[in-house]
């Protein structure tokens, strides 16, 4: 099993409509065979101290897969390949951690 963290950082102003792009995959994702959890995330303000300033234009997915394998196979899959190209010019850019549990 692996744990995945998106973030992908949104141009100015388009957090709603990249949003909007999102939602309309996530059942898709989650009904792909290894996908264990896909969880989009805006952040919050929590006036917890050690909490960074939240970002407005980020938006983070938590996901949990079976393997790299199946992780793969979803950054290529067609739903995935059409949505990345209906927000490319929403996106800045896309810091992704792949992590093993310990």
């Known amino acids: ?3 995945v963290v998106a973030t992908i950082h949104i141009n100015a102003g388009q957090r709603d409509a990249f949003l909007a792009e999102l939602l ?3 059942d898709l ?3 792909e065979e290894g996908c264990l959890e896909y969880a989009p995330a805006v952040e919050v303000e929590s006036r917890i101290p050690v ?3 939240p970002r407005p234009d980020a938006v983070t997915i938590v996901e949990k897969w079976a393997n790299v394998e199946a992780l793969a196979r979803h950054l290529s899959a067609p739903h995935m390949v ?3 190209e209906r927000v490319r010019d929403d996106v800045k850019w896309v810091d992704l951690r792949i992590l093993e549990p310990v």
Request: hydrophobic fraction near 65%; charged fraction near 20%.
């Open 1 to 3: 099993m692996i744990f």
């Open 82 to 84: 059409a949505y990345r």
């Open 24 to 26: 309309e995959i996530v």
């Open 29 to 31: 994702v989650r009904a």
């Open 51 to 53: 909490q960074a300033a």
